[in-house]
């Protein structure tokens, strides 16, 4: 299952910017761009979780059941912030939250990916 998945995925962009001094007016402007950009309708929410300093979304285009664009967005006002886009061809929601909780325990060996593993690991952002 998780090979389809993976088959199913044919891009993946990734922005993460560490909570640092000298990236505090980077930080805010990207979080700007990103908020006014996840306003469009296209851009369906699919789950929200956090709290207090550190937060996540993750976002959809398509259909529930042919998924066409995935957003993963969170910020830590400790770490920083940081966006992962994952764009595919008839990604099921499920298969992919179910690939990211792989990723974090270690069951896939991606040695290509490690910073994708970090960043959906639960102590990163």
């Given at each position: 299952m998780k090979k389809k998945t993976l088959e199913t995925v044919k891009?993946?962009?990734i922005l993460a910017i560490p909570k640092k001094q000298e990236n505090e007016t980077k930080i805010e402007a990207e979080k700007t761009?990103?908020?006014?950009?996840?306003k469009d309708e296209k851009y369906q929410l699919l789950m929200k979780y956090g709290g207090g300093d550190s937060k996540m979304a993750v976002y959809f285009t398509g259909s529930?059941?042919?998924?066409?664009?995935?957003?993963v967005y969170g910020e830590d006002k400790m770490k920083g912030?940081?966006?992962?886009?994952?764009l595919g061809d008839n990604m099921?929601?499920?298969d992919?939250?179910?690939l990211v909780r792989s990723l974090q325990k270690g069951d896939i060996d991606m040695d290509g990916l490690?910073?994708?593993?970090?960043?959906?690991?639960s102590d990163q952002l």
């Open positions: 891009k993946i962009n761009k990103i908020s006014n950009i996840l529930e059941e042919a998924v066409d664009e995935i957003i912030m940081g966006i992962a886009r994952v099921n929601p499920s992919i939250l179910q490690e910073g994708i593993t970090k960043m959906f690991a």
